[in-house]
């Protein structure tokens, strides 16, 4: 089956989610005030609204390297993308009530579930891609111990567990997560440049 289809209708999906997140971003009405200072009480959102982007970019861009190493979609890869699209797309819903609540303990923790179940769809998805038949020994290799894709989960019920004792502790460990991942993921790029320079 070829995968551009799945690609771009991914692309498409992850493109939507960012634009819902910002239209949920309220501007202060004209008797609200047109100054700087009128913008305070949108900052929590803004907050949540910036990490929860830097998140949807992370998944585009491995979700990207990812397909590039992978040759053949099976149904199961099929159905483990949309699994993982579903996750995606409740981000909006779980960004806007955390930032609309100021961090409040249940909407934080409810933001540290949604990007959990995210996390470990997107685990799901690397291994139907590793599982399907013929295997990809290119996407094993690349992948090798995959630290940061265990050590993300572990992070997350931290932070989950800490919403109820420090929402900020919880924000940050969220932070903390999104910078193990900011740098991309180059492990696939970098297979494919050293197989070419050895052919």
């Excluded at 551009?4 to 005030?33: C, N, W, Y």
């Excluded at 094993?140 to 989960?153: N, R, V, Y």
Aim: aromatic share 14%; glycine share 8%.
């Amino acid at each position: 089956m070829d995968k551009g289809r799945l690609e771009a209708f991914s692309d498409g999906v992850l493109a939507i989610i960012i634009t819902i997140m910002v239209l949920e971003m309220k501007v202060p009405l004209p008797h609200q005030g047109a100054t700087l200072a009128d913008l305070k009480p949108v900052l929590p959102y803004f907050l949540s609204y910036a990490l929860s982007y830097v998140f949807i970019g992370i998944y585009w861009n491995n979700h990207h390297h990812l397909f590039q190493a992978t040759e053949r979609v099976t149904g199961a890869t099929l159905w483990a993308n949309l699994h993982l699209l579903f996750w995606l797309s409740l981000i909006p819903f779980t960004t806007a009530w955390t930032g609309q609540n100021n961090f409040a303990p249940t909407p934080t923790a409810l933001y540290g579930v949604n990007l959990l179940l995210g996390a470990i769809a997107y685990y799901v998805l690397q291994l139907t891609i590793l599982w399907a038949p013929g295997g990809n020994p290119v996407l094993a290799e690349a992948l090798g111990s995959d630290w940061k894709g265990k050590l993300s989960p572990l992070i997350y019920l931290a932070a989950i567990g800490f919403c109820f004792v420090s929402q900020w502790i919880a924000f940050a460990l969220y932070v903390l997560v999104a910078l193990i991942w900011l740098i991309p993921d180059r492990r696939i790029e970098r297979m494919f440049a050293e197989r070419e320079e050895g052919q």
